[in-house]
């Protein structure tokens, strides 16, 4: 019984270092020390199409009337957006809804009776001529809108920048694997494998105000940053 004892650990040694040597190798003798790097490329690029969301609220005791008003005022904005020459099938509603605002007692509870209707039409705007943006605020906002949620700048075709940033994100994986190789006193070898994280753009603002719109409301298109991340795994001679 002491002599089972004694064998036993040293045939699980030896089928242990086999292991070991078996998963430094591989079945093929490829080796299994690898290198990853995340190489990070960004560009930078003038937005050529602003997204513009804007509304019109109106509020009646008379449905009727809160819905007409808000036809109305909708109409003059339209129309406004007509005469800057915005195509129709740049303008999108993207919200639309009526509303019973009810009435509140003495405590501040709500009621059964309604007080009035909220009438809330909201739109999007692709404009293209971004020279037009500070003029379209201003005519939207003079000819019945009461509601801006928001402005944001794009590219709308991307491909090309984010393929720019592809490739400055590799020659960066490049530099950081060849450094670090160098320093560690080993070889790279071939690519094992290389893998994408999702873009991301972000806006980059910068002061300009009134372009184009004499005295229209102020705005900054700025520039638009697209980064990606690339990791590549390498091989180890």
Same mark, same amino acid.
């Given at each position: 019984?002491?002599? +089972?004892?004694?064998? +036993?650990?040293?045939?699980?040694?030896?089928?242990?270092?086999?292991?070991?040597?078996?998963? #430094? @190798?591989? #079945?093929?003798?490829?080796?299994?020390?690898?290198?990853?790097?995340?190489?990070?490329?960004?560009?930078?690029?003038?937005?050529?199409?602003?997204?513009?969301?804007? /509304?019109?609220? &109106?509020?009646?005791?008379?449905?009727?009337? %809160?819905?007409?008003?808000?036809? =109305?005022?909708?109409?003059?904005?339209?129309? *406004?957006?007509?005469?800057?020459?915005?195509?129709?099938?740049?303008? =999108? &509603?993207?919200?639309?809804?009526?509303?019973?605002?009810?009435?509140?007692?003495?405590?501040?509870?709500?009621?059964?009776?309604?007080?009035?209707?909220?009438?809330?039409? &909201?739109?999007?705007?692709?404009?293209?001529?971004?020279?037009?943006?500070?003029?379209?605020?201003? #005519?939207?906002?003079?000819?019945?809108?009461?509601?801006?949620?928001?402005?944001?700048?794009?590219?709308?075709?991307?491909?090309?920048?984010?393929?720019?940033?592809?490739?400055? *994100?590799?020659?960066?994986?490049? =530099?950081?694997?060849?450094?670090?190789?160098?320093?560690?006193?080993?070889?790279?070898?071939?690519?094992? @494998?290389?893998?994408?994280?999702?873009?991301?753009? %972000?806006?980059?603002?910068?002061?300009?105000?009134?372009?184009?719109? /004499?005295? /229209?409301?102020?705005?900054? *298109?700025?520039?638009?940053?697209?980064?990606?991340?690339? &990791?590549?795994?390498?091989?180890? =001679?």
């Amino acid at each position: 019984m002491p002599v +089972i004892r004694k064998t +036993i650990p040293f045939v699980l040694l030896v089928g242990l270092a086999l292991a070991s040597c078996a998963g #430094a @190798s591989g #079945a093929s003798g490829v080796s299994e020390r690898t290198l990853t790097v995340t190489g990070t490329g960004s560009v930078k690029q003038a937005p050529d199409l602003a997204i513009v969301t804007l /509304g019109v609220q &109106t509020q009646d005791a008379d449905v009727g009337q %809160a819905v007409g008003e808000n036809n =109305r005022r909708m109409g003059r904005v339209m129309a *406004a957006l007509e005469d800057l020459g915005v195509p129709s099938q740049d303008i =999108r &509603t993207t919200f639309y809804n009526v509303t019973a605002q009810p009435k509140f007692d003495q405590l501040g509870n709500p009621t059964a009776e309604v007080a009035s209707y909220l009438v809330d039409n &909201t739109i999007e705007i692709r404009l293209r001529k971004l020279d037009q943006l500070g003029s379209l605020l201003q #005519a939207a906002l003079t000819n019945g809108a009461n509601s801006v949620q928001g402005v944001s700048f794009t590219i709308e075709d991307p491909t090309e920048t984010l393929q720019n940033a592809r490739i400055k *994100a590799m020659e960066d994986a490049s =530099r950081q694997a060849g450094l670090l190789a160098e320093k560690s006193g080993v070889q790279l070898g071939k690519i094992r @494998s290389v893998s994408e994280g999702g873009p991301v753009a %972000a806006p980059l603002f910068q002061a300009a105000y009134g372009k184009g719109g /004499g005295g /229209g409301a102020p705005v900054s *298109a700025g520039t638009v940053e697209y980064q990606v991340q690339i &990791t590549v795994v390498y091989e180890l =001679r």
